[in-house]
T-cell receptor
Framework: GENVEQHPSTLSVQEGDSAVIKCTYS??????FPWYKQELGKRPQLIID?????GEKKDQRIAVTLNKTAKHFSLHITETQPEDSAVYFC?????????????FGQGTILTVHP | ETGVTQSPTHLIKTRGQQVTLRCSSQ?????VSWYQQALGQGPQFIFQ???????GRGNFPPRFSGLQFPNYSSELNVNALELDDSALYLC????????????FGPGTRLTVT
């Protein structure tokens, strides 16, 4: 089955800096890669996603890149703010199968210092 | 915020007991997936229900079972609770068999003592 590795496990940055979180996946059939943000005690919130026919996607301060050959994808947050502090999870799934099971990485705790 | 709701918010059970958790999907969504999130870990897929039938299952034993109702709400049942079942249980709502974006509910925190 699919295996998703996520790095780093913790990331500390100063407000205004950029943050990058990287994930690798094992199943070459995976074709959908969402990113979730989970604040303490709250639900995972979908913040951005990318499909395998696209190499990069941006939404304001957030961007995701995908390298299908190397089987890795990354989340980039620019101009970080204290409210960006949370746990971030990457995930992968194969939308061509009969169901879209999400396989998650282990999470990255991002702390943005004012 | 999504329109996905879960109940109860918290639950404490004793080892060996049975528990039922509930999820109401977002309007327009016909698919519910259940995930278990242990402390400090990413969510793990338990199973998915699409049009009232189980549509895929992760590596969880048969004592984890579910139902989906005609209004697309869903239940997760766990029998013979074990200490390791203590976790946050999340449901995710989506359309068309989960092949599109999945939106999570707030979760049910289950503690087994």
């Amino acid at each position: 089955g699919e295996n998703v590795e996520q790095h780093p496990s913790t990331l500390s940055v100063q407000e205004g800096d950029s943050a990058v979180i990287k994930c690798t996946y094992s199943d070459s059939a995976s074709n959908y890669f969402p990113w979730y943000k989970q604040e303490l005690g709250k639900r995972p919130q979908l913040i951005i996603d990318i499909r395998s026919n696209v190499g990069e996607k941006k939404d304001q301060r957030i961007a995701v890149t995908l390298n299908k050959t190397a089987k890795h994808f990354s989340l980039h947050i620019t101009e970080t703010q204290p409210e960006d502090s949370a746990v971030y999870f990457c995930a992968a799934s194969n939308r061509g199968t009969s169901y879209g099971k999400l396989t998650f990485g282990q999470g990255t705790i991002l702390t943005v210092h004012p | 915020e999504t329109g996905v709701t879960q109940s109860p918010t918290h639950l404490i059970k004793t080892r060996g007991q049975q528990v039922t958790l509930r999820c109401s999907s977002q309007s327009g969504h016909n698919t519910v997936s259940w995930y278990q999130q242990a402390l400090g870990q990413g969510p793990q897929f338990i199973f998915q229900y699409y049009r009232e039938e189980e549509n895929g299952r992760g590596n969880f034993p048969p004592r984890f079972s579910g139902l989906q109702f005609p209004n697309y709400s869903s239940e997760l049942n766990v029998n013979a609770l074990e200490l390791d079942d203590s976790a946050l249980y999340l449901c995710a709502s989506s359309s068309t068999g989960g092949r599109y974006e999945q939106y999570f509910g707030p979760g049910t925190r289950l503690t087994v003592t």
